[in-house]
């Protein structure tokens, strides 16, 4: 189908408007919501390569890590990976130079993110 400059026009004034649109008052809660600072962080983005052992491996550059796991998908029968994975430290500062060293870079060819993670009691 050939875009005529008006149909064009319409559209992009439409799918702008989606973005104007202002948070509602739980999604802006949810965004603006501080997590305590915790040893355990949360990683988000990963690959379906990524294994345990490659998650340990590039968080060690910034500290003691006590614990990488790559959260899978129990019910399929090869364990594929759900893209997101924890990692845990022996200490804060170590948690805070993994998270800012680590958020934002890439491993296993995708762009992973980072943050502290939830307690399990607010889940």
Do not use: C
């Not at 439409?14 to 501080?34: G, M, W, Y």
């Not at 340990?56 to 899978?72: L, S």
């Not at 170590?94 to 502290?116: N, P, S, W």
Request: hydrophobic fraction near 35%; proline fraction near 3%.
């Amino acid at each position: 189908m050939a875009w005529r400059s008006g149909n064009l026009r319409r559209f992009l004034s439409t799918a702008s408007s989606l973005f104007d649109r202002p948070l509602s008052a739980a999604k802006a809660a949810r965004v603006t919501e501080q997590i305590p600072p915790s040893t355990t962080l949360f990683v988000s983005g990963l690959s379906g390569r990524t294994t345990n052992q490659k998650l340990r491996e590039a968080f060690a550059n910034f500290g003691d890590v006590i614990q990488a796991k790559v959260v899978t998908d129990r019910s399929s029968l090869s364990s594929h990976s759900k893209g997101y994975g924890f990692v845990r430290y022996s200490n804060l500062e170590d948690a805070e130079k993994g998270m800012e060293g680590m958020d934002g870079q890439f491993l296993d060819g995708r762009v992973i993110f980072t943050e502290y993670a939830k307690p399990k009691d607010t889940l």
